[in-house]
């Protein structure tokens, strides 16, 4: 049975990949992770020998790897090794996205990272916007990771079909299993922060509370920042250190 999630018309409108022509930085460790027949994801290491975990991050949908660049001290200041991973199309990679891809290449590029030593003992999972689909895909799935961060996060596929200008009225059991944001977070155990802007009018504040509220970790902390929407977090003075506080407890 096909799915709408497989579609050309929601998958073209929910990614919007570009080409990334920036010079490469001096100390970055530039990964090519296989994910198909001549298809590779390009993911970009800031390596930090005094960092005390890694940080894998899975971006927007509008994002590139090197959006991220300058942000790869304040991230170490906080004791985070970062790594960025593309998305299929985007930046240096190859191939064309759609949302199953992404969330299946999660898998391979934490497989490659994890088997070729570039990740430390302890590893922490964050996602931004439609980011937060992989991150959630890798926290619900496996067990030795010990963080898990939502940047203005997705619960319901429903919504996100019609953010798209598409029509859906209800979603499969099949299509849960694999798409539904508010029901995998249901099977992550690890430590989780989820942080919304209260004006973002793109994905509701009430969606980061459905997955506040399903989530099954123990120890988890909803941030409703207040006075910013879906793309200026960092605007908000709590942003990081709201994020700092997180990782000094993990």
Avoid: W
Wanted: hydrophobic share 35%; glycine share 8%; with cysteine.
């Amino acid at each position: 049975m096909s799915s709408i999630f497989d579609s050309q018309a929601f998958n073209a409108n929910l990614f919007f990949p570009r080409g990334d022509t920036g010079a490469t930085p001096g100390n970055s460790d530039e990964i090519q992770v296989q994910v198909g027949p001549e298809t590779f994801i390009h993911v970009r290491r800031h390596p930090s020998p005094k960092a005390r975990f890694s940080l894998l991050f899975f971006h927007g949908n509008g994002e590139i790897v090197s959006d991220y660049d300058n942000f790869a001290e304040i991230f170490n200041l906080m004791g985070a090794e970062l790594i960025i991973a593309d998305f299929r199309g985007y930046g240096r990679s190859t191939g064309s996205p759609t949302l199953r891809a992404a969330l299946e290449d999660a898998h391979k590029i934490y497989d490659q990272l994890k088997s070729n030593s570039k990740l430390k003992e302890k590893v922490c999972i964050m996602g931004r916007s439609l980011g937060s689909a992989p991150t959630l895909e890798l926290c619900a799935k496996r067990s030795d990771v010990a963080g898990c961060v939502l940047e203005s996060g997705y619960a319901d596929p429903i919504p996100l079909v019609e953010r798209r200008g598409l029509k859906i009225d209800k979603t499969t059991p099949e299509e849960d299993a694999v798409f539904n944001n508010s029901q995998k977070i249901r099977s992550v155990n690890c430590p989780l922060l989820i942080m919304h802007g209260s004006d973002d009018f793109l994905i509701s504040p009430a969606e980061a509370k459905l997955n506040y509220d399903n989530a099954g970790s123990k120890l988890k902390h909803l941030e409703i920042l207040e006075g910013v929407g879906h793309n200026d977090m960092m605007m908000n003075p709590a942003y990081f250190s709201t994020l700092k506080q997180y990782f000094d407890s993990l």
